[in-house]
């Protein structure tokens, strides 16, 4: 398919620049399968998924990734982390006047001094010098990495607000965005009414923003993002299959999870990178249901979603948000969506 086939015109007022004043207050489009678009709240999330069904979370946590300062040498320099390697080391975007060579000193605020040991690609190898280590030098010293489509800094709300109440796990440059709906009151009423809650860790990369830059989508080569899926939860689903239940994934990273854990044909436990890349003809071995944001124009995550609710169908789902004025990315409303594929033979 063609880059084009998934481009959109969006009017710039409907990317929300912060979140709703009382987080799960948002939108909810629910867009099943064979069904009409139907506008609802998040709030009522609870409602659409039944006893018994399993919603897997992405329980990673956005690090303060963002540092400023300047070369020893006086130029100006920004970085953001992509990727803590150990303590004192980490894999970085850079940005500059000039790439820094090997054995470039940078200073950021807070008096940190690192040295530039190697490029890697398109990134950058930093030490970080002194006895606190890389976490405790961001956590006092780092700036939260908002999306580029948010055209302010990031302020202390966004400290709370842009990451999920259920975070855990520290490494992501990006927010899994449709678990920022959720609040420990709508998580309590699912339990309530007998879902299963389970847990997956996927470290989201900047690269999730990363236009694709080539025309046939099957050349674009994805990033690489490290994942954790559990025995816990690979039981959890077996199970939930076996009884007949659904299982849905909060966001596209869970579903990147789980399905990198299936690569072979059967999910299974495992951790380690991938890059797997979802474009429609996938076929999806795992996931029946999908919470999720809206993306962007030309994005990965758009052939994503694409690939599971069904090409045509998301361009009238799409069509729908824009004309009901819903909230798109990261700050936006949510959307509930079915597999195509899946519910045809049901």
């Known amino acids: 398919m063609h880059i084009n086939d998934f ?7 409907l990317i929300a620049q912060h979140p709703p004043a009382v987080r799960g207050s948002s939108r909810l489009l629910v867009a099943l399968p064979g069904q009409q678009p139907a506008d609802s709240e998040f709030t009522r999330l609870a ?13 990673t946590r956005v690090m303060k990734a963002r540092l400023f300062g300047h070369k020893a040498s006086g130029g100006q320099i920004e970085a953001l982390i992509e990727r803590v390697l150990d303590a004192h080391t980490a894999l970085a975007h850079v940005r500059s006047s000039k790439s820094p060579k090997p054995g470039t000193e940078l200073i950021f605020e807070g008096g940190m001094h690192v040295q530039m040991q190697a490029r890697q690609g398109e990134l950058f190898i930093l030490h970080f ?33 842009y990451q999920t109440v259920y975070a855990k796990h520290e490494g992501a440059v990006a ?9 420990d009151t709508i998580m309590q009423q ?9 847990e997956v860790t996927l470290h989201v990369g900047a690269g999730t923003f990363q236009p694709v830059r080539v025309e046939n989508i099957a050349e674009h080569h994805m990033h690489s993002e490290w994942y954790d899926v559990s025995e816990t939860v690979v039981a959890e689903i077996e199970a939930a299959h076996a009884r007949g239940n659904k299982v849905w994934a909060v966001g596209t990273t869970a579903v990147r999870a789980l399905e990198s854990a299936a690569c072979s044909g059967k999910l299974q436990a495992g951790q380690g990178d991938t890059n797997i890349f979802i474009t429609p003809g996938y076929q999806f071995k795992v996931i029946d249901r999908m919470i999720t944001n809206f993306h962007l124009p030309k994005s990965t995550l758009l052939m994503l979603v694409s690939a599971f609710s069904g090409y045509d169908e998301i361009r009238a789902i799409y069509q729908h948000a824009i004309a009901a004025e819903y909230r798109f990315f990261s700050y936006g409303d949510a959307m509930l969506l079915g597999n195509l594929a899946q519910t045809k033979t049901e």
């Open 190 to 198: 699912l339990r309530d009414k007998g879902v299963h809650l389970a």
């Open 129 to 161: 010098a002194g006895e606190q280590t890389l976490w405790e030098l961001l956590a006092a010293h780092g700036h939260l990495p908002l999306p580029p489509y948010i055209t302010r800094s990031a302020d202390n709300d966004d400290d709370e607000r």
């Open 47 to 59: 409602d659409y998924i039944a006893a018994g069904d399993v919603l897997v979370f992405n329980n």
């Open 175 to 183: 927010a899994p965005t449709a678990g920022l709906h959720f609040t």
């Open 7 to 13: 481009d959109f015109d969006l009017p710039p007022e």
